[in-house]
């Protein structure tokens, strides 16, 4: 029973795999990157660049679990 669980929690969708990444993205983004400081700039395209990334995923992990 145990290890029935444990082989669900190990196999993820594509999807929250994706957000998962995203996530952790902006943290570091945040954090290291100084994203959301009050210059703004060339860094702003990065969010934006990035969140456009996270909505191709989700796209194709969407289109590919539907298979």
Known sequence: MVSLYLKKILIMNKSILAIIVYVIGL?????????????T?????IG?????TLLIALFYADKNDRK
Do not use: Q, Y
């Not at 934006?48 to 456009?52: D, E, K, M, P, Q």
């Open 27 to 39: 943290i570091f983004a945040a954090l290291i990157l100084e994203l959301w400081s009050a210059e």
């Open 41 to 45: 700039g060339p860094k702003a395209l």
């Open 48 to 52: 934006i660049i990035w969140t456009v």
